[in-house]
């Protein structure tokens, strides 16, 4: 038996790859399983509103993934290349801090109206 083969971090490695395979299997599986559950659900909807607002909730549930998840591929050196593609939405986070600006001034604004602990 080699050290190599008996090394901690390499059982470490193996471990984590199993680990984020199983993962994968189970995070994008239970996806592709329940995609395939809901559409099965109204297959026989006749409903064309019930269908409309269906094809609607799939069509911004497509435009979520295509827009948000990004695949990291494996380089040679150890790190993550982000494979970025024309769809995916690339912002400088503005509107999430002014958002989190105007959250943060409301509490204050509500809290020094409420007076001290919340109370009037």
Not at 34 to 60: C, H, I
Not at 88 to 95: F, K, V
């Amino acid at each position: 038996m080699s050290l190599a083969a008996s090394s901690p971090s390499r059982q470490a490695a193996i471990t984590a790859y199993r680990t984020l395979l199983r993962t994968q299997r189970e995070v994008f599986g239970a996806a592709k399983k329940e995609t395939y559950v809901r559409f099965m659900q109204n297959k026989d909807e006749t409903n064309v509103d019930v269908l409309e607002e269906k094809l609607k909730l799939a069509d911004q549930v497509n435009s979520l993934l295509r827009k948000n998840v990004v695949q990291g591929v494996p380089r040679d050196d150890n790190t993550y290349e982000l494979r970025i593609t024309k769809d995916i939405e690339l912002g400088d986070n503005d509107s999430i801090r002014q958002a989190k600006g105007s959250h943060r001034k409301n509490r204050k604004k509500a809290a020094a109206q409420q007076g001290c602990c919340g109370g009037h």
